[in-house]
């Protein structure tokens, strides 16, 4: 509901200058009248003596160039009358909390749009009221009136002249008049104290504007049968005096307040420039120096941003209203820096109400409202940074925008407002890691369930690519839940994301998952994508492949000098296994090399020679040993065939790997293999004996191949060179591990 003060008019004592004039006759040039719009009765007068020399001048002047043009006539000079003009409704103590209808204003820019200062809304000539009350209680409180030196002339007034030459103005005039100064005024004041908390004095204060009405000089003749005539009138100015509140602060006191605060805050911040750490600390600050007033609620003294940090009342507590809250937020992130502005409308159910917005480094603006969030038990952070579509976790509200709703204006029509920032529908996210999760909320900010974080290469026993994610709870509380892979040639894996290898980086958990890839696939894209039990997606899904991974450390090669020979070796080896096997050559791993670091020389072998295989013993009865092969999936293995005699029952015969029983892989009727497991690259040193029966074994390794097909030359080009490839990336890896 909107209130309003009575301001009665009064007219001030008048003056008659009497001064001669060229070409006879005589001319009364009129005193300066003073109409001051005041509740306070009392209230002093502005002293008249130099505004009516000023204005016998002015006269004067204006006389002398009307007898320039005749001396026929007579002229005369008439003064304002002293009269009451009635009562006039105009807006005085300006306080939302109280108010209960919002920030507005009259003179606004029609091309307005919202900034973090209500002044950039105002005209040109509020913009300088605006300045001139700033600069006249910047230092703090003062008694004194000030002169707002702008005038305006009111056009074809019909102007009575009494028989005591005094003017009666028009009833519609003075209306008029206070119309044009509210206009004026009431903007500035507003935005004023909506843009300054640290103005402290001034919230909650009234304001009274009084006016001048310059007198008129004319020619007799101008007047009709009713002694009337129709003239321009001049209001020269307007002077403004403000009452403030009775609670009140020195500008000392209202720097003090922040100087406690923000040597608080930084060494909370420590060193910390994060605006979101910044802006924390203040609403947190702000909650731990003040409780809400439960009493009382629309007093003055609670208005202000001094309240939010100061006993007002004297009862040994500090405690405000929202008002105080918002203005105390909006004190220390003006402190800082941060773009802040004060909104003001109702609540949900119809209280009037205050809160803040934020500008955040993307832009956005964001709502806080402390004064909820400052709880007796705790201090919550439900309407913190958040969207006009974020809803409270500890409160029975709807979402922010439908429990805080703004308003501008308070006139009937609404013509005349002030507009806010556009509110973010969403709460603030920052993900300064770029990990795809909120750091604050944990939340996916591409609203699914799972959010990748990374990859990373494993180079164990097999080659793997790992895909590091993190999950909201609508992931982790479904047991079944799964990341599904699907390799280039359409098959499929699973893992569950209950079996999945945790990972605690920087305090935050993530979900590792490894895919598998043979040689020959590194230039392959694997996809993987996360699923809940019955099959709905929760993720986007990710492509990555080894060749991608080897890419970004090859961009970054001032990173990573001492892994790009791992890297380059590793790329040959993949593109030596595409060539040999005829697949995907046209999309080879080692393309993104240099030409001159895809060739692959000559090789001394002699090194080799040391892994060669070696047969002992006899091999059991029916048992023969028929050669051996590699296996180049994500890692090495090595099968070991061997043929037997169609009455041999292999169940009959202990086979051993390195002490350890194996068992045997049928292949048709009279062939069968042992599987050597893979090893990866840095391993394939490494020499296996397999034992059949009592006396037969054989020892080899992944080299032991190697060496045979490169020194028989009789085995093609293609698998010599997988076999180079092979032993160089074994070598760079193993000198790389040994750092």
């Known amino acids: 509901m909107r209130r309003y003060r009575k301001l009665k008019i009064f007219v001030a004592g008048l003056a008659m200058i009497v001064a001669a004039a060229t070409g006879g006759g005589t001319v009364f040039a009129a005193g300066t009248t003073m109409a001051e719009i005041t509740t306070n009765k009392t209230h002093d007068t502005l002293s008249e003596t130099e505004e009516q020399t000023e204005e016998e001048a002015d006269t004067s002047t204006q006389v002398e160039n009307r007898q320039e043009e005749t001396d026929k006539d007579e002229i005369l000079a008439a003064e304002p009358e002293e009269d009451s003009y009635g009562w006039e409704e105009i807006l005085g103590d300006v306080n939302a909390v109280t108010m209960g209808n919002g920030i507005s204003a009259y003179n606004l820019r029609e091309d307005r749009t919202a900034t973090d200062r209500y002044y950039d809304q105002l005209d040109d000539v509020s913009k300088e009221i605006y300045k001139s009350l700033y600069d006249a209680y ?61 103005l402290s004095w001034l919230s909650g204060a009234t304001y009274y504007m009084s006016y001048k009405i310059n007198g008129i000089s004319y020619y007799s003749s101008e007047l009709d049968e009713n002694n009337s005539m129709v003239k321009d009138v001049t209001v020269p100015c307007i002077t403004t005096y403000i009452k403030e509140p009775s609670v009140n602060a020195t500008k000392a006191e209202m720097d003090t307040i922040v100087s406690e605060a923000t040597e608080s805050i930084n060494k909370k911040l420590a060193g910390s420039t994060s605006r979101y750490q910044t802006i924390k600390e203040i609403h947190d600050y702000i909650c731990n120096s ?175 690519i790992c895909f590091y994610l993190r999950f909201t709870n609508t992931v982790l509380n479904d047991s079944g839940a799964y990341m599904k892979f699907t390799m280039p040639d359409g098959s499929t894996t699973q893992q569950k994301v209950t079996d999945a290898e945790k990972q605690t980086v920087n305090g935050k958990q993530y979900y590792v998952f490894t895919c598998y890839v043979a040689a020959k696939e590194m230039a392959d894209d694997i996809r993987a994508q996360v699923f809940l039990s019955d099959g709905t997606a929760c993720g986007t899904i990710y492509r990555y492949s080894v060749q991608d991974y080897a890419g970004y450390m090859l961009d970054r090669s001032s990173t990573y000098t001492a892994e790009l020979p791992v890297v380059k070796a590793m790329l040959n080896y993949g593109t030596a296994a595409q060539e040999l096997f005829g697949y995907h050559t046209g999309d080879l791993a080692n393309a993104i090399l240099p030409e001159t670091e895809r060739q692959i020389g000559s090789m001394d072998l002699t090194a080799l020679a ?108 293609t698998l010599e060179q997988v076999m180079k490839a092979m032993v160089i990336y074994q070598q760079t890896a193993q000198t790389y591990l040994a750092r």
């Not at 206070?178 to 004026?184: A, G, I, K, Q, T």
């Not at 295989?613 to 040993?625: E, L």
């Not at 790997?657 to 599987?675: C, D, H, K, Q, R």
């Not at 054989?698 to 020194?711: E, K, N, P, Q």
């Open 138 to 198: 910047k230092d703090g409180s003062t008694t004194s009136t000030i002169t707002l030196n702008y005038s305006s002339v009111w056009k074809d007034q019909k102007i009575t002249i009494t028989s005591d030459n005094k003017m009666v103005m028009p009833d519609t005039f003075h209306p008029q008049v206070l119309s044009w100064e509210r206009d004026m005024l009431t903007p500035a004041f507003l935005a004023l104290i909506y843009d300054h908390p640290e």
């Open 610 to 717: 040391s892994y060669q295989s070696v047969q002992a013993g006899n091999m059991p009865d029916g048992i023969s040993y028929y050669g051996s092969s590699l296996v180049l999936r994500s890692g090495t293995l090595i099968r070991h065939y061997f043929t037997k005699a169609g009455d041999v029952e292999l169940s009959d015969i202990t086979f051993t790997l390195n002490g350890n029983a194996v068992t045997p892989v049928s292949v048709g009727s009279n062939m069968f293999y042992i599987e050597i497991p893979a090893v990866h690259i840095q391993n394939i040193t490494q020499m296996n004996t397999l034992a059949a029966g009592e006396s037969g074994a054989i020892t080899y390794g992944v080299l032991s191949y190697a060496y045979t097909v490169l020194s028989a030359q009789t085995y093609g080009s």
């Open 290 to 464: 003040t409780s809400y007033a439960k009493s009382n609620t629309t007093s003055s003294e609670y208005q202000s941003a001094y309240s939010a940090f100061r006993d007002t009342n004297g009862d040994g507590t500090v405690e405000t209203v929202c008002a105080g809250y918002s203005r105390g937020f909006k004190l220390l992130c003006d402190a800082y820096g941060i773009p802040c502005v004060l909104v003001t409308g109702v609540t949900d159910t119809g209280g009037a109400h205050m809160w803040n917005l934020v500008q955040m480094e993307d832009g956005i603006w964001y709502g806080v409202d402390a004064t909820w969030d400052d709880q007796t038990s705790r201090t919550y952070y439900d309407f913190f940074l958040v969207g006009s579509a974020t809803k409270p976790d500890h409160f029975a509200k709807t979402d922010f925008g439908s429990c805080h709703i703004a308003e501008g204006a308070w006139d009937a029509n609404g013509a005349y407002e002030f507009v806010y920032p556009e509110l973010s529908t969403d709460l603030y996210h920052e993900d300064q890691d770029g990990d795809g999760i909120c750091d604050l909320c944990n939340a996916m900010l591409d609203g699914m369930s799972a959010s990748l974080a990374g990859y990373s290469l494993r180079l164990e026993e097999e080659t793997g």
